[in-house]
C-alpha cells in the first residue's frame, strides 16, 4: 500500500463509521453532583495538598494553577470522566510515588490513579474530593536485544511502544488502538491481535514493578512475589501503582489486513460469516479480527488482521463471499496497520460487555436488535451526535490455554471459543447523559437475556469493556476472589487500594 492509500483507508473509515474527527473539546463540564463525604473530606484533602505541595514542589498541581490543572484533569478520552480533584499529582519517578502514598495514608485521603485516561467510566481513573495521581511522567521504552525484552512503563501510550520497537521489527503482545494508555489496558487483562496466538496482554508479563501501600518499590514475577504476580493479572488498581511492565517481543512485522464496509442490510450474512470463522475446525491463530456493528450509522465494518504477510489467508474464507461496499486491503507493518484506526473524536461515551459463545441463532438476533427502530437505538440516534456501535470480538479457546502457560491470572477464562462483545454508545451532550446511560443499559441486558436464552452466555466480564456497575471481579469466581483478598491482606494489610482508591473495579466482598 503506498502512503496515498493510507489515508484513504483512513478516511473511509472515519466517514462511514461517522465518527467525525470534531474539533473538541467544547468545554462542557460535568457539574457536579458528587460532593465526596462533605466539606471535612474537602478540607482535609486540600489541607494535604498543601502539604503535599510543600514536599514535592512542581509534582503537585493546585487548582490555583488553573492552566496545568484543567489541562490535566481534562486529559480524557471521554468527557465523561473529567473530574475536579483536590490536586493533580504529576510523579516523575519511583520515589515521588513513595512519598505521595505514604502522605496519601497517613492523611487518609481518597485518591485516583490514572494512566491514559481511557476508561470512559466517570470515577474510574480521575476524584473530584481526593488527588489524582497521572502518570503521564511515566512513559519510557527501553528495549534489551540480547534478551528480547521490552520494559515500558504504564503512562505511555501504545503507539509510543511500538514505535520504539519499529527499528527492530518487533511486536509485542499490547493494545489495538495506539492512543490508549498501558497501563490501564494491561491491569485490565488486555486483548491484543495477538491474543489468540499468545494470550492476553497480561499473560505475557514477565515482571511488574509497583509501589505498595506502604510505599515499597517491589518486582513481581514468577519467582519474586508470585501471588502478586498473579493477582495483578486482571486485579487492576487493587494492589499497588503499577510503574513498568517488562514483556517478551515476537518478530511479527509485516501483515496483511483489510477493513470491509457493508450496509445494515447485510448485517445478517456478516454475523453468519463470523460464526463460521469462529467454529471452523483448527481456526488459524495468526488470523485476528474485529466487527463493528455501528446500528445509529447504518453501517457495518469488518477488520481483518492476519499476522503474515500472505494475501487473502484462507482463514477468513468465510467473509471472502460477501460483497462490501467499499474495502481496503494490503500489507504493511502491524504497527502501521493499527495506526491507520483513527480514535474515535466524539465527546462523550459509555460502554457494556456480554461474553458468549459463538451460536448461530444468537447471532442471528443481536443482528435484528441492532436496527434503527429498536426502541434504544432509536433513542440513541436521536441525541445530538448519538452513534451506538456493537462490537464482536472472537476469542479462541487458546487465548485461555496461553494464558495457563504463562502461568495463569485470575480471570478463570474457560478453554472455549467465544465472543467479548462490547456495546459502546456515544453522544455529545452532557446533559443526554441519562438518557444514553438509560439507553445501553436496557439494551445491554436485551442481550444478556438473549444469550440466556440460547444458552451461550459465559460469566466472564471483560474489565476493558465493562461498565462500571458490571461485577468484573465477581465474574472471575468466588475460589479466584477469595485468594485475591488473601493476597490483599499481605500486600496491603490496611486496603489502602481498596479503600482510599475508591474508582475502578474493586474487589468484591
Ligand atoms: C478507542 C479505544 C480502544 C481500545 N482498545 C482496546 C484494546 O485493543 N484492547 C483492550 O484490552 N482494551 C482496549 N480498550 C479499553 C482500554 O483497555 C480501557 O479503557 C483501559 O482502561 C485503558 O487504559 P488507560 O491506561 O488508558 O486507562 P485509565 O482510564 O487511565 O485507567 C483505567 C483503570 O486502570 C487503573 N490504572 C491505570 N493505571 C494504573 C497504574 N499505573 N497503577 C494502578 N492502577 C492503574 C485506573 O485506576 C483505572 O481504574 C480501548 C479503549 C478505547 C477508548
Ligand atoms: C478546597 O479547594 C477547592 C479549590 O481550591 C475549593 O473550591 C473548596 O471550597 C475547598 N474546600 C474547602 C472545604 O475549603
Ligand atoms: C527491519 O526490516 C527492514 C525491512 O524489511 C530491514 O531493512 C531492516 O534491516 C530490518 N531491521 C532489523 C534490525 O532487522
Ligand atoms: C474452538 O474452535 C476451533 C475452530 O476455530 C476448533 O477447532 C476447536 O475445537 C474449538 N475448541 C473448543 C475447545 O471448543
Ligand atoms: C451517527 O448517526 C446518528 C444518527 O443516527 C447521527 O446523529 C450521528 O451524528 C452519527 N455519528 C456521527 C459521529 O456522525
Ligand atoms: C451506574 O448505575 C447508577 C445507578 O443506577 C447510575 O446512576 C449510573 O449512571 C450508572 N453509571 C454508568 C456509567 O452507566
Ligand atoms: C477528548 C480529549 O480531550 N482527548 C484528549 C485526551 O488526552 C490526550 C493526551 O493529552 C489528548 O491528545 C486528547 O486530545
Known sequence: MDKNSYSIFSRFIMVSIGLLAVALPFLYRLTIGYSGNGTSASASANATCEQL?????????????????????????????????????????????????KTLVAQNVPFAIRSGGHSPNPFDANIDTGVLIAMDNF??????????????????????????????????????????????????SGLSYLSDLYGLVCDNVVNYEVVLADGSVVDANSRNNADLFWALKGGSNNFGILTKITTPTYPISQVWGSVRIFTADQMPKVVQALYEYQTT???????????????????????????????????????????????????????????????????????????????SDLYAQISSLLTATTPEVATISALQGGTLVGTAQPINANVALAGEAGGGNTLNLQPINQTWFSLNAAWWNADDDIIAYAAIKSLHAKIEALAEHAAANLQYIFMNDANINQSVISSYGDENVQRLHAIQKVYDPQLVFQKLVTGGQKIPA
Open 53 to 101: 505541595s510543600s514536599l514535592l514542589g512542581a509534582v503537585i498541581i493546585l487548582p490555583s494553577d488553573a492552566q496545568q490543572y484543567t489541562t490535566l484533569s481534562d486529559e480524557n478520552w471521554s468527557q465523561t470522566a473529567w473530574k475536579q480533584p483536590s490536586c493533580i499529582a504529576l510523579p516523575a519517578c519511583t520515589s515521588d510515588l513513595q512519598q505521595l502514598i
Open 139 to 188: 512513559n519510557t521504552v527501553t528495549y534489551n536485544t540480547a534478551q528480547r525484552l521490552a520494559s515500558f512503563a504504564p503512562g505511555a501510550r501504545w503507539n509510543t511502544v511500538y514505535t520504539a520497537l519499529d527499528p527492530y521489527n518487533v511486536t509485542l503482545v499490547g493494545g489495538r488502538v495506539m492512543d490508549v494508555g498501558v497501563g490501564g489496558l494491561t491491569l485490565g
Open 281 to 359: 475446525p483448527e481456526k488459524d491463530l495468526y488470523a485476528n479480527m474485529v466487527l463493528n456493528l455501528a446500528a445509529s450509522n447504518s453501517s457495518v465494518i469488518l477488520t481483518l488482521v492476519y499476522l503474515k504477510p500472505v494475501d487473502s489467508p484462507e482463514a477468513f474464507a468465510p467473509f471472502y463471499g460477501l460483497t462490501p461496499v467499499q474495502q481496503q486491503t494490503g500489507l504493511m507493518t502491524l504497527h502501521q496497520l493499527m495506526a491507520l484506526f483513527p480514535l474515535p473524536a466524539l465527546p462523550r461515551w459509555t460502554w457494556y460487555t456480554n461474553t458468549f459463545e459463538p451460536n
